[in-house]
């Protein structure tokens, strides 16, 4: 009887030990810093415990324009591409030629490195003393005027970063609705049909709710995966994102901890926590709403 | 409503590329169907009964022939317009909508003039869960629900509609024995009560047998023979149709056909076949054709006796027959315990004899 109490957490040791060390305490050890005021790493010394640091990053322009610019990117890439991947999925589908072939295109980009990826989208949008980029080209083909996509107005640079993150989160989430698809009981839409239902009511009544958990969970993950979006700015952008004014809270972390301006782990603490803070609530609220949702 | 098919094919190109040859899933099938009967289409797995179901659904168009409903050639008409209800194998219900849910589902699909209101929907929607007895579980959702309940909303949801034409694709074979049992019996008072033609499709012999006004039975695509369960059974066109009916199987002796007498082995069985030609035959007997009888023909060894419930069936072997004899006899007739051998005299109604070549009958 002993034994067997003893022997699961003797399995589970190792994977605790881990965890405890890699994720427990960075957490516990981020709190703490984050309530340390005026903690200095070199002495390892701090005036007293409080709020402080939560306040100033709050006040710090720098968190705030962050804390917009990741909010507008969670706001459009998530619905857009996890709408433009529905459409995309729904059309690999319904054909039945050449499906594999098509289902690697679409999910190519996913093994593709990031930063290359970024690269193209430099050639396709960047203004160069030489070119205005293929996209201004374009523009001034139907008759607009040339935006500098990197470095011109806000709304252009946000469009590259939605356009770009979009474009990088679409392959798992094609490949994540193609199975989902394939995986609902074809007598389902032999019943549907029998009983004469059109296509936009076997999409809605059957084809969404089959799938359904498969997007919400794509909702989720593309919610946590948006909001601590930064190395895809990086690859636009350059490391200095607060000059560029398109910083994200995961970028400003680093920019308070290694940036030229670092040096700075208790505010990098408190930001840190706000953002899990929001990704938490968001987390909780989309649980809540699919508990609501159907099946 | 009466249903007619004429030389129905279905022609599917090859899975495997490398065979160019076309697989025939229904070959030449032409059967009228009388209006308000219900017939078990029968026979073994890939012969193609999924596939004529589903012709005369309107899922699969045929590649050549007809289908006629009543005085309708519905042969191009898709599903809908056709007026029938299909319960699937797998019943097919929708698994994130309540039973009502389901079985409005085809009504809300109505258009037009056709168009019902709520009230209407689900008085009609009630109506027919009476009918299948699930009136009380309309609340619930298909996984709260045994397999026999989910089954009932599949034929309440095929028969909302009020279709002409009603169509079951091995609606039982996800239910274990007893429930089997119980829900065709189900099936066939449902078929009485609303006298709604049906097409009911099976492999299993003993269920088309039971509940058939009529059965089809088909092998590779082909219709081998239709007609009542009992008439098909007591008087098989071919081999084939003789060894897919009946539990246990027909016993088949390889025999020869001497001077009009039939010879199993060396035993002389039956006379008065002075029709057929001598030479080799194959001889089918029903395991109630065997009558122990102490002075019969039929010499077999005794290898068991077997009572199972109200059945009492003696094993045994015989030179001429492959595997074992199964014979169904009377429980006074057991050969008494410790004997070795057994002997029979035969029923000879219930001795068909086959051509060895082609399977076809030979009539006496
Ligand atoms: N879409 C298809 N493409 C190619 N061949 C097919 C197709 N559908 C069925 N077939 C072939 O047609 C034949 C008849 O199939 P069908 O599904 O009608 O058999 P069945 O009698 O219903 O068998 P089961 O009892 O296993 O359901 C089979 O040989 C099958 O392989
Ligand atoms: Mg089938």
């Not at chain 1, 067997?4 to 427990?24: D, E, N, S, T």
């Not at chain 2, 298909?142 to 599949?154: C, I, K, T």
């Not at chain 2, 024995?177 to 119980?182: F, N």
């Not at chain 2, 001497?258 to 002075?274: E, H, I």
């Amino acid at each position: 009887m002993k034994a067997r109490g003893i022997r699961p957490w003797l399995y589970l040791l190792p994977a605790l030990v881990f965890l405890g060390i890699f994720m427990v305490y960075p957490l516990f050890d981020v709190m703490v810093y984050s309530v340390e005021e005026g903690y200095n790493s070199a002495s390892q010394t701090y005036y007293g415990i409080g709020g402080y640091n939560y306040a100033y990053v709050l006040r710090d322009p720098y968190f705030l324009q962050a804390l917009k610019n990741t909010f507008i990117l969670v706001i459009i890439t998530v619905p857009v591409s996890t709408g433009i991947a529905l459409l995309i999925s729904l059309g690999l589908h319904s054909i039945d030629r050449f499906k594999e072939f098509f289902q690697t295109v679409f999910f190519l980009p996913y093994v593709t490195n990031t930063l290359a990826v970024g690269l193209v989208f430099m050639i396709l949008f960047k203004k160069t003393p030489y070119s205005d980029g293929f996209m201004n080209l374009l523009i001034t083909a139907v008759g607009g005027t040339a935006v500098d996509f990197i470095d011109g107005p806000y709304w252009a640079k946000m469009f590259v970063m939605c356009f770009y993150t979009v474009w990088v989160v679409l392959p798992f989430k094609i490949l994540i609705l193609t199975s989902a698809l394939a995986s609902v009981d074809e007598n389902l839409y032999k019943a549907a049909r029998v009983d004469g239902t059109s296509r936009m009511r076997i999409f809605t009544r059957i084809t969404l709710p089959m799938i359904s958990p498969m997007i919400f969970y794509l909702v989720i993950t593309g919610f946590i995966g948006a909001f601590k979006a930064y190395s895809d700015e990086v690859a636009i952008f350059g490391t200095d994102l607060n000059a560029a004014g398109m910083n994200t809270i995961v970028g400003y972390v680093y920019d308070m901890l290694y940036g030229d301006s670092g040096g700075f782990p208790s505010y990098a603490a408190a930001a840190a926590l706000i953002l899990f803070a929001i990704v938490l609530t968001i987390t909780c609220i989309n649980l809540l709403v699919r508990k609501k949702a159907v099946i | 409503m009466k249903i007619v098919l004429e030389h129905l094919t279905k022609r599917y190109p090859n899975l495997n590329r490398k065979i160019k040859e076309d697989v025939i899933a229904v070959n030449d099938f032409t059967f009228e169907i009388p209006d308000g009967q219900l017939i078990g289409l029968l026979g073994p797995s890939g012969c193609g009964k999924s596939t004529t179901l589903n012709m005369i659904c309107g899922l699969e168009p045929p590649t050549s022939g007809r289908i006629w409903f009543g005085d309708d050639d519905v042969t191009n008409l898709p599903p809908e317009n056709r007026g029938v209800g299909m319960v699937f194998q797998s019943y097919a219900l929708y698994p994130h909508l309540t039973v009502r849910q389901n079985i409005c589902f085809p009504l809300e699909n109505l258009k037009g003039a056709d168009r019902l209101t709520r009230a209407q929907m689900d008085e009609m929607a009630l109506e027919t869960a009476r009918l299948v007895q699930i009136d009380e579980l309309m609340d619930r959702k298909p996984s709260e629900m045994s397999g026999g309940q989910q089954q009932r909303v599949a034929i309440a949801r095929a028969l909302v509609k009020k279709p002409r034409v009603l169509l079951l694709d091995e609606p039982l074979s996800n239910l274990d024995a007893r429930l089997r049992l119980q829900t065709r019996e189900e099936i066939r008072r449902i078929q009485r009560e609303t006298g709604i033609t049906t097409v009911f499709v099976t492999h299993d012999q003993e269920e088309a047998m039971s509940i058939s006004d009529m059965i089809v039975v088909m092998e590779a695509g082909v219709v081998n023979q239709i007609g009542k369960p009992q008439k098909v059974y007591d008087d098989p066109v071919n081999l084939f149709v003789a060894k897919f009916l009946g539990t246990p199987p027909i016993n088949l002796f390889d025999a020869e056909i001497r001077g009009g007498r039939l010879y199993l082995g060396g035993d002389c069985v039956l006379q008065g076949a002075d029709s057929v030609p001598d030479g080799p035959v194959v001889a089918g007997i029903r395991p109630e054709g065997f009558v122990p009888d102490e002075n019969g023909p039929l010499v077999c060894g005794l290898m068991a006796v077997e009572v199972m419930g109200r059945d009492t069936s003696i094993v045994a072997e015989h030179p001429a027959c492959g595997g074992q004899i199964r014979a169904i006899v009377d429980t006074e007739d057991i050969p008494p315990e410790g004997a070795q051998q057994v002997r029979f005299s035969l029923r000879p109604a219930k001795v068909h004899l086959f051509d060895r070549d082609t399977g076809e009958r030979i009539r006496i």
